[in-house]
């Protein structure tokens, strides 16, 4: 699929690209495709910093570091915190607080029995399970093998805050619990969908699009001089927030209708595609 021919023309410099991963950037079968690192590469060389954007935690993009050449900064949580991948600096990290976790736990598990709870901590080297966890998981799921989650009580995974809170059930779909949640009437966080087989909590305000705003802030990067580029309901803020938001076809409609742009599919290098365009 070409891109659209409605696309909003650019009048900034590209200075910064930011990148959701599962779905955009990365193929189907998860890679870095030899037309993407290239295109990557090219970016780095005109001076373009190249930023993952993604709900995995720094485990998951370690494995994709050598492939896609990240060794700078990268937003993770779905813009919980900004970490660089080889110094390990932390530049900013907002959590949810433990009382907001109980109570949204709480009501969430009178609507919906059974749910399982997950948090991510620590920089997103701490990942607590709740009893019961491991055995819905897979190794995609967070890049962690389930077989070393240790589950503990729910009180024990919900008594500290957390980058990330992350909500699953053996039978439930994810969608019908990300409704439930919505419908509660709840405040203090910020709920979304990744793609991913569970429903991600983070802390009030938290999106792609805050984070990505406080990384600009630090590299004296403008919006306007930002190229976003995501498929799934995380990605939404962080389209709309940069100066030219990219969807690719395999996105979801809603991404689709408010991106400045659609690309190819992330099967087609669509992310690549509009870099060799943009990106002298």
Not at 47 to 65: D, E, W
Not at 123 to 145: C, I, M, P, W
Not at 159 to 168: H, M, N, T
């Amino acid at each position: 699929m070409p891109a659209s021919p409605s696309a909003a023309p650019r009048t900034a410099p590209v200075r910064l690209i930011a990148t959701d991963l599962d779905g955009t950037l990365l193929d189907a079968a998860g890679t870095v495709t030899r037309r993407t690192r290239a295109a990557l590469d090219r970016a780095r060389a005109a001076g373009v910093h190249v930023v993952p954007v993604t709900a995995r935690q720094p485990i998951g993009l370690r494995q994709l570091a050598a492939d896609a050449a990240f060794d700078a900064w990268a937003l993770c949580g779905n813009g919980a915190y900004g970490i660089h991948l080889v110094t390990g600096e932390v530049l900013f990290a907002q959590e949810i607080p433990a009382a907001v976790q109980q109570e949204l736990a709480d009501a969430l598990s009178q609507a919906i029995p059974g749910l399982l709870f997950a948090s991510v901590r620590e920089a997103g080297e701490g990942f607590v399970t709740q009893e019961g966890y491991a055995a819905l998981a897979r190794l995609s799921d967070h890049k962690r093998d389930p077989r070393d989650m240790v589950g503990v009580p729910l009180a024990d995974v919900l008594s500290a805050p957390s980058l990330k809170l992350v909500i699953r059930h053996p039978e439930v779909p994810i969608a019908e619990i990300f409704a439930t949640l919505r419908g509660l009437g709840l405040s203090g966080f910020e709920a979304t969908l990744s793609g991913a087989p569970f429903v991600e909590v983070m802390a009030e305000g938290v999106t792609k699009a805050t984070g990505l705003a406080q990384l600009c802030t630090r590299l004296g990067i403008a919006r306007e001089e930002v190229v976003a580029f995501g498929d799934g309901l995380n990605d939404l803020e962080m389209l709309e927030w940069a100066g030219h938001g990219v969807a690719v076809a395999n996105a979801i409609d809603v991404l689709r209708d408010a991106a400045d742009e659609v690309a190819p599919g992330n099967d087609d290098d669509g992310v690549a595609r509009v870099i060799e365009r943009l990106v002298a």
